[in-house]
């Protein structure tokens, strides 16, 4: 397993996978909260390995560890036979950088009622504002409620529109302080805004605790939580001048493997699992049941998780 140091020494594209400094952590990235075990592979693309490899089967430490540490890569590392097969099967075609930006411009336009508070878009780029993010100093507009702003990316691949250590159409880094995700700029608004460490700490578990997304193969869901768990590597070495050690990497593991989960979004079921014919069969806030219930996502200004499904009934707060 590679450690923090390790991660961060190799290109911001490499195929990881990522320990952090302690295997729990890794686990935890490997962890499906909803049903308790592992997120499966949902893909056929690794089959040829062996029967561990099949769709259905878990994605364990052990099959990505080792002499298979390598077998998942990111979209731009995969064969274009391959590329093209999932976006044939699956849709997945992923979006350039520049192309997020303007997307996640518009999201923050409408929120902060102006333009360019984060950059201005150019033609197939975008020019940083490098003054302070502006907020009012009290009502809807503050730089706190703008942290706890819930943001979801759908289908979200290696999720480029939550975080954006790299150009996901061509692998190209990306410096921290020019990256566009939706995350990316609630952690610049921390380190703008936080001044003294424990606070840093405690609101940028908050950005991550309100950043969510789901995504139906496994091996891009780990790439996204791996890119999450990194960026945060990335920010406190920034922000604090270290790297974070192992108490604050669990339990920013821990929330990456609640808010970026597997899930078939036409089902809102864990992939290829038979969902049963009633809901009310379910317990709201049972935290055990079998693999076949519907995906649950974590309220962490409550405390409490709910059925992903109950929440589209009222529309989903924020995102994409």
């Known amino acids: 397993m590679l450690s923090v140091a390790e991660l961060l020494a190799r290109p911001a594209a490499?195929?990881?996978?990522?320990?952090?400094?302690t295997p729990g952590v890794f686990e935890l990235l490997l962890s499906d909260m909803t049903t308790g075990g592992n997120i499966i592979w949902a893909t056929e693309d690794y089959a040829h390995?062996?029967?561990?490899?099949?769709a259905d089967q878990p994605i364990t430490v052990e099959s990505v560890t080792g002499l298979t540490a390598r077998v998942i890569r990111p979209r731009v590392e995969k064969s274009k036979t391959r590329r093209g097969g999932r976006a044939k099967d699956r849709a997945e075609v992923f979006t350039p950088s520049w192309l997020c930006n303007e997307q996640n411009n518009l999201v923050d336009e409408a929120w902060f009622g102006r333009s360019g508070a984060f950059n201005t878009a150019t033609r197939r780029g975008w020019r940083t504002t490098a003054s302070t993010v502006e907020f009012d100093a009290e009502g809807m507009r503050t730089w706190q409620r703008y942290v706890d702003e819930r943001r979801l990316e759908a289908a979200c691949g290696e999720a480029p529109y939550l975080v954006s250590r790299y150009d996901a159409t061509t692998g190209?880094?990306?410096?921290?302080?020019?990256?566009?995700?939706?995350l990316d700029r609630k952690l610049r608004v921390v380190t703008e805004r936080c001044h003294d460490e424990g606070e840093w700490l405690r609101w940028a578990?908050?950005?991550?605790?309100?950043?969510?997304?789901?995504?139906?193969?496994?091996?891009?869901?780990?790439?996204?939580?791996?890119?999450?768990?990194?960026?945060?590597?990335?920010?406190?070495?920034?922000?604090?001048?270290?790297?974070?050690?192992?108490?604050e990497l669990t339990a920013v593991a821990e929330v990456i493997a609640w808010n970026i989960w597997q899930m078939d979004g036409l089902t809102c079921a864990i992939p290829?699992?038979?969902?049963?014919?009633?809901?009310?069969?379910?317990?709201?806030?049972?935290?055990?049941?079998?693999?076949?219930?519907?995906?649950?996502?974590?309220?962490?200004?409550?405390?409490?998780?709910?059925?992903?499904?109950?929440?589209?009934?009222?529309g989903v707060n924020g995102g994409r």
């Open 205 to 247: 578990e908050r950005a991550f605790q309100a950043t969510y997304g789901f995504e139906f193969q496994g091996d891009s869901l780990l790439l996204a939580r791996e890119n999450l768990l990194a960026t945060y590597v990335d920010h406190t070495r920034h922000a604090l001048g270290r790297l974070p050690d192992e108490r």
């Open 49 to 54: 390995l062996g029967a561990a490899f099949a």
């Open 272 to 314: 290829l699992k038979h969902i049963r014919s009633t809901v009310s069969e379910l317990t709201l806030f049972d935290p055990h049941g079998d693999d076949d219930r519907l995906c649950r996502v974590r309220d962490w200004r409550t405390g409490q998780t709910v059925e992903f499904r109950s929440l589209l009934k009222g």
């Open 172 to 182: 190209e880094p990306i410096a921290l302080e020019r990256r566009i995700g939706l």
């Open 14 to 21: 490499a195929a990881l996978p990522l320990a952090g400094s």
